[in-house]
């Protein structure tokens, strides 16, 4: 069993900062991809940003300069500083990782997804 631990979200004023947490644990073995995605009331959830092991990111345009995303690899954790919030960016913000369960899935190249349970981030004065 895999748990998400997230932690982070709340409510702030436009223009405003937040950082969410997203730490990983049980039967892992090695986390390769981490993100973070979000869903708006009647919307699509959405990549919001991505990480993989060595580092490599990624961005949705809308946030691009705002949000940075990074991990402790130690700690199998992902967090997503977020400044300069907008009310558009209000939504439920969901952790998901790409992970290896065991050394044989790692040598199979079997990975899994597992998501978290998701943090309400609310931008409104």
């Known amino acids: 069993q895999v748990q998400l631990v997230e932690s982070g979200g709340g409510l702030v004023q436009p223009g405003g900062s937040l950082r969410l947490s997203c730490a990983a644990s049980?039967?892992?073995?090695?986390?390769?991809?981490m993100g973070w995605y979000r869903q708006a009331p009647g919307k699509q959830r959405e990549l919001v940003a991505h990480i993989i092991r060595g580092g490599s990111t990624n961005y949705e345009d809308s946030v691009k300069g705002r949000f940075t995303i990074s991990r402790d690899n130690a700690k199998n954790t992902v967090y997503l500083q977020m400044n300069s919030l907008k009310p558009e960016d209000t939504a439920v913000y969901y952790c998901q990782v790409r992970y290896y369960s065991t050394i044989e899935a790692y040598a199979r190249k079997r990975e899994e997804d597992y998501w978290g349970q998701g943090t309400q981030v609310t931008v409104s004065s």
């Open positions: 049980g039967s892992i073995f090695s986390i390769n991809g």
